[in-house]
């Protein structure tokens, strides 16, 4: 018994080890120590969502939080980050070895409003749940307000503004009268995403005084009203006066316009989605005649299946996007005076979701422990580590520290380190615990500082420089005034990579002493202003004083290019696979450079190549090997022109093209552990053994090959190890575990004893036995009526332990044993089989030839084991779709009979009889074939006369199914 403790504390040691880093870790099942009372750290096993919302038609509202641990737990609470404790409070309710409190509606349910979490603990350490917030929702309203009436002219587009107040989701926007008529919408009228009504372009029956927008919250079964707005539509003078029709047609004339969209604005604008959620892009113009809306995905003949265009063409909607539904959108308006146009950059998110959880462990005092958290999403989470429900610096030990790549090391480990580790990880989509991503850090600054005036002469260079502070990528740069107005962004004036703003030659309308530099970090929700700068373009004398005296002072401001950014005559740009390349030529010179780009080789860029700001950027999005090179810019004008190259790498951080695999071994044999490694630079390869360098633990029986793989010779006990490949360039940090287990361990049946399995006369089975042990066991079958070992050619022992009977027969039901057998010892389970009768159709359909328009009958009649009971059933399909939950009322079902009444054409095709039991079906099909008369002959004509005898030609009808014998011609 001793011995199988020791067994069993190395196997859950080496378990635990092996779980933090390898998907293809050994497949050491759980179940193993469950079989042993172990102390258990808490679980955190249900809590309640992450939003909880106090509907006021609720009675109550429970905040759940249940746990599991050995020895049992104990629950604490935090409210907004303060020690709350629900089980003191006599209005709340509170149940017995539970966390999970209940507060009752009373009515007065804000004081509970806030953000819970729940704390569960024992001796070994403490869980905690994600924030459940409880929110108590405030009735929404709209503001009173006094709405001025709107007066436009017949023709011109009108917009009504809804702005609905904020409320619980989702919310719903409808446009009535006030005696609640639905105001109608068409190609010309639309309600768009926003709430706002919309009118193309006005006509007189547009006018009215009771416009409102209603805005209905369904969960919370409210629906509140807006003022009534008021629109008078104005009739065109020429249109009135003119008592022809010429003079409508001119007033017309006057009013037809080409389109312009009145949603969205701008040329361009990104999207971006969760994965799951649903796309709406909306298109809505103005112009007369009313335009009309066509979509299209940029690289593609035609939209994707998927996509839905709804509101009379103005709205595209794809319901649960996904990767494949990225990429760029148009929409197009256009009407006879012409079109415009709008893009839609789509991106699909993603919320964090675990790749690798921090996995319990099992480990002896003095061992190595190493926690990985892996999370992907989509941007990239933040990820934060907590022991015990503090932040790990709050709980500092010497042995402890975090690794580049995020995983907590343990060294040389003491009781005191048992706890419960929590890693949070966060994006804007959300937050998942056992992963944790909260960012703490001080919030970025300016210096404060007074910057001097910059005075130049007209036509001459300005950099502005912006130097942002530091802070949580992406920083995102804009230039404006103190009133918040953007700098306009041309040719000649650049705002550079590096946040600076340049001016390529000066001119006096440049002049102004608020020029200030934003820097905005989304991620921590800031944005922080430089002190504003002032700049003064002086006018050169000679252009004041004559005019002929500005073609010559231009003349000596003319001059040839010469690159603000970047300097030198070449650089070195390294970026990572998947990176997004950016290149700028920032130049100035008089007249304004224009900037031409080309990748040296190449007769043109690069498809993917996309050149912006006025062609002063060059972008390439998630770089790979063929977007390396040397590429070029050229800033040239009249005067001349300079040059700048890029030579461009694409680097790779590690990643493993084979893993060192876990492995399980008997005393003496020969163990191979190979670990090999790609990445751009190549990466350094170094092993450990239970977290210490390789050399630091020598063994006799151990060595290293030339490529870097690990060989031990007659393996023992003692080499029992988790082995470490780390591997590393400037790029990261990746690393794997093999556990390596050198040991003889007696059969453990994993399978559960006395399973029942049921097969069907004639047809395959298959009973399990899943096996642990070291050497490898042997698996036998016998039947508890037989000596022997199950033999003869219907029956398989597969490796994995489970026996296939095939044709299985009545003789064959009965009690099995599955013996489990190696050098250690034998262990053995149970099993009974229970052999039941194939179903069969006995009486099938039968195939249908009828008239149309009368009433038809299939019938379908099978035999099945009688022990089945209540569980038989018979299904119809036709033409591979389900008829018994078909709401068409012809379609009449009733014990094994189909009744079509009123055949029509459409009700052609093959007919699927299904007598179905829990362990088998049988299946017959039949064909119902619908005639009728023909139709009558088209488009006779007299093709040939010659004398008595005359030649007609026709097209014949439909024949309907039947064959047309004669046709007679009266």
Not at 57 to 85: L, M
Not at 167 to 190: A, F, K
Not at 442 to 465: A, H, R, T, Y
């Amino acid at each position: 018994m001793r011995l199988l403790w020791k067994i069993l504390l190395l196997l859950g040691a080496c378990l635990n080890m092996s779980c933090r880093y390898q998907s293809n870790a050994l497949d050491i099942p759980l179940e193993v120590l469950a079989r042993v009372n172990m102390e258990q750290l808490p679980t955190i096993t249900e809590h309640s969502p992450a939003s909880l919302i106090a509907f006021p038609f609720e009675e109550s509202f429970p905040v759940k939080c249940e746990a599991t641990g050995n020895p049992g737990t104990e629950f604490r609470w935090t409210k907004n980050g303060q020690d709350f404790d629900p089980y003191q409070d006599p209005r709340l309710k509170t149940l017995d070895d539970s966390g999970t409190f209940i507060i009752p509606n009373n009515g007065n349910l804000t004081e509970f409003q806030g953000n819970y979490r729940c704390f569960a603990t024992n001796k070994l350490g403490t869980a905690m749940s994600e924030e459940i917030e409880f929110i108590v929702p405030n009735i929404p309203k709209f503001p009173k307000e006094i709405i001025d009436p709107i007066e436009v002219m017949e023709g011109q587009s009108v917009i009504l503004e809804c702005n609905p107040p904020k409320g619980i989701p989702p919310l719903q926007i409808y446009w009535m009268t006030i005696s609640l008529q639905h105001i109608e919408q068409d190609e010309r009228v639309s309600l768009g995403l926003n709430g706002n009504l919309y009118f193309s372009n006005a006509i007189e029956t547009d006018s009215r005084r009771d416009y409102c927008c209603f805005a209905a919250f369904p969960r919370i079964r409210t629906i509140v009203q807006k003022t009534a707005m008021s629109v008078v539509v104005k009739s065109n003078k020429l249109m009135k006066d003119s008592d022809s029709g010429s003079g409508r047609g001119y007033a017309n004339s006057l009013l037809e316009r080409k389109p312009s969209l009145l949603t969205p604005t701008g040329k361009e604008s990104h999207t971006y989605l969760v994965k799951g959620e649903d796309l709406h892009l909306e298109c809505i113009a103005e112009g007369f005649p009313t335009p009309k809306v066509e979509w299209v995905k940029i690289g593609f003949h035609k939209l994707p299946e998927r996509v839905v265009v709804e509101s009379h063409g103005k709205l595209l909607t794809i319901e649960m996007v996904n990767e494949e539904d990225e990429g760029k959108y148009m929409c197009r308006s256009k009407n006879p005076h012409g079109e415009v146009v709008h893009y839609f950059h789509v991106t699909v998110e993603e919320p964090p979701e675990f790749e690798i959880e921090p996995q319990s462990q099992l480990v002896t005092i003095g061992a190595d422990v190493v926690i990985k958290c892996v999370v992907k999403a989509n941007p990239q989470p933040i990820v934060v580590w907590r022991v015990n429900g503090r932040l790990l610096n709050e709980v500092p030990t010497s042995n402890r520290k975090v690794l580049k790549d995020g995983t907590i090391s343990i060294h040389n480990a003491k009781p005191e380190n048992s706890a419960v580790y929590q890693c949070e990880a966060t994006n804007r989509h959300g937050t998942i615990l056992a992963n944790a991503n909260i960012m703490i850090m001080n919030v970025p600054k300016f210096p404060k500082e007074i910057i001097d005036p910059i005075e130049v002469m007209e036509g001459q260079s300005v950099i502005l420089e912006c130097n942002p502070p530091k802070g949580i990528p992406p920083l995102e740069i804009y230039w404006m005034t103190i009133r918040l107005q953007h700098i306009e962004l041309d040719e000649r004036v650049s705002v550079g990579l590096n946040g600076n703003l340049y001016f390529s030659n000066a001119i006096k309308s440049d002049s102004r002493r608020d020029y200030c530099c934003f820097a905005a970090f989304p991620r921590i929700r800031t944005i922080v202003q430089k002190t504003a700068m002032s700049v003064m373009v002086k006018s050169n004398k000679l252009m004041k004083d004559s005019g002929s005296g500005r073609g010559y002072a231009n003349s000596l401001l003319e001059r040839k290019p010469s690159l603000l950014t970047p300097t030198g005559k070449e650089s070195h740009t390294y970026l990572m696979k998947g990176e997004d390349l950016q290149l700028e030529c920032i130049a100035e010179g008089f007249p304004t450079p224009k900037v031409e780009w080309a990748k040296i080789g190449y007769h043109e860029l690069p498809e993917r190549a996309e050149v912006e700001s006025h062609g002063k950027l060059l972008t390439v999005e998630m770089v790979n090997e063929e977007d390396e090179g040397k590429y070029m810019c050229r800033a040239k004008n009249p005067h001349g022109e300079v040059v700048h190259y890029f030579h461009v790498t694409v680097e790779e951080p590690p990643e493993f093209e084979i893993e060192p695999q876990s492995q399980l071994v008997t005393i003496g044999a020969d163990v191979v552990i190979k670990c090999v490694v790609k990445g751009n630079p190549q990466p350094s390869v170094a092993w450990r053994v239970n977290g210490q360098p390789l050399n630091d633990v020598p063994t006799s029986n151990r060595k290293v090959l030339k490529d870097g793989t690990i060989s031990i010779h007659n393996a023992k006990p003692e080499n029992s190890a988790v082995y470490q490949c780390e591997a590393t360039n400037r790029h990261g940090t990746i690393l794997a575990n093999a556990n390596i287990m050198i040991m003889n361990i007696q059969p453990l049946i994993l399978t559960e004893n006395n399973l029942q399995y049921m097969a069907v006369e004639g047809k395959g089975v298959a009973m399990h036995c899943k096996v642990f042990s070291s050497p490898t066991s042997s698996i036998t079958w016998s039947k508890t009526d037989s000596a022997n070992s199950v033999e003869g050619e219907r029956f398989s022992v597969h490796k994995n332990g489970s026996l296939e009977i095939h044709n299985v027969m009545k003789e064959d039901m009965g009690e099995y044993s599955c013996f489990a057998q190696n050098t250690e010892g034998k262990v053995a389970i149970a099993a009974t089989l229970e052999v039941k009768d194939p179903t069969r159709i006995v009486d099938p359909p039968h195939d249908l030839r009828v008239l149309v328009r009368t009433t038809i009958q299939f019938s379908c009649q099978a035999e099945f084991d009688p022990s089945i009971g209540d569980d038989f059933e018979i299904l119809w399909e036709k033409d591979g779709m389900a008829l018994n939950a078909s709401e068409n009322a012809r379609y009449i079902l009733d014990d094994g009979v189909l009744e079509i009444i009123n055949v029509s054409f459409g009700d052609q095709g093959f007919y699927a009889c299904v007598a179905r039991t829990p362990v088998d079906q049988d299946m017959a099909v039949a064909q119902l074939s619908v005639v009728d008369v023909p139709d009558p002959p088209e488009d006779m004509i007299l093709s040939e006369h010659n004398g008595r005898s005359v030649k007609l030609q026709w097209i014949p009808g439909d024949d309907h199914n039947s064959s047309i014998t004669d046709f007679y011609s009266f």
